[in-house]
Structure formats: C-alpha cells, structure tokens
C-alpha cells in the first residue's frame, strides 16, 4: 500500500483490499482496491470516524450523520438516512462487515443495514451499548456496565459472549 506520504492521520481502517485513513482536518484519503468505488472519498469533510469493510468505505459526521462509498449489492452502504450517531473523537462508532453496516446512536441504540442472512442486523432491540462492531456475518456490542451481546453466524462461537462481564475495552 502507498501510504508513505500520508501525514496528519489520526485514524487507519483496513478493508480486504483498501485501506483509509482519517486526517486531522476531517478529510479522508484512501488507497488500494477501487474497483467498487471504495477508495471515492475525496470530497468527504467534517469526518470524525472512518471504518472500511469487504469493499465499502463508511465515514461518520460532526453532525451525527454517516456517508458510505462502495460496494452495495445488500444495501451495506445505505445510511443517508441514519442520524444522531454518537460522535466520540477518534472512536469509530459504527463498524463494518463483509457485507452489513452498524452504527451506535448517542442514546445508545443500534441501527444496521446490509446483509442480514445470519441476523447480523437484528440489533434494534439493543440498549445501553457504548460500543458496537460489525464482523463477518455477526455483530457484538459492549453495553456500559461491561456485559456484551451478540447476533448473527455463530458457527465457530463467535458470538458466545453471553458470559462475558467486566471487561474494559482500553483504547491502544
């Protein structure tokens, strides 16, 4: 990838064949694969988080709004309707999968779209998530007393966090 001459990035996500960095202006710059128009964020502005997915490009807005480029064929980058996306500086709140999108709303709802043929979408009855993030086929959210959740393909167990209690997430 040639992304030797980036500067001012204060976020990287890699896709299966982009890779998208956010800068500290809120513009993005993309490189790699574009053969679904995954790296066409040129014009993005006011961007506060970035996430790439199997071959689509999500940004998040100061205003709480989300843009997506790129692949489409489940409707993974139909967001131009999604709103109140909770805004934390240098944190992606929403995530992206091979083929779904989701997005964490400030009053710590989930929204999703795209491919829903495991149930990776079935997020609407989720509440008190502080954190969400999208894998291939399954979604998982953290909730704020540090239980989690998860739906979607659970073929290899992925999605066995029930248990799980007291876990902090600590950014790197």
């Not at 109140?84 to 709140?93: A, N, Q, W």
């Not at 083929?99 to 999703?112: E, M, N, W, Y």
């Not at 997020?123 to 993030?133: A, Y």
């Not at 066995?160 to 876990?167: K, L, Y």
Request: charged letters at 15%.
């Amino acid at each position: 990838c040639n992304v030797g001459g980036w500067t001012d990035i204060i976020q990287v996500s890699a896709g299966e064949n982009h890779t998208v960095g956010l800068k500290s202006d809120g513009t993005v710059v993309a490189v790699g694969d574009n053969s679904s128009e995954q790296c066409a964020v040129g014009n993005w502005t006011d961007i506060t988080g970035v996430d790439a997915g199997e071959a689509h490009t999500v940004g998040s807005r100061t205003n709480g709004t989300v843009v997506a480029v790129g692949w489409n064929e489940f409707g993974q980058c139909d967001v131009g309707g999604w709103m109140g996306i909770k805004i934390v500086p240098l944190t992606v709140t929403f995530s992206v999968g091979c083929a779904h999108t989701v997005g964490l709303k400030a009053d710590g709802t989930v929204v999703a779209t795209g491919d829903n043929r495991f149930g990776q979408c079935d997020v609407g009855n989720w509440t008190d998530i502080v954190e969400v993030r999208a894998g291939d086929g399954f979604t998982v959210g953290r909730r704020s007393d540090h239980t989690f959740v998860a739906v979607g393909d659970n073929s290899y167990g992925q999605c066995d966090v029930g248990g799980w209690m007291g876990i902090k997430i600590v950014p790197l």
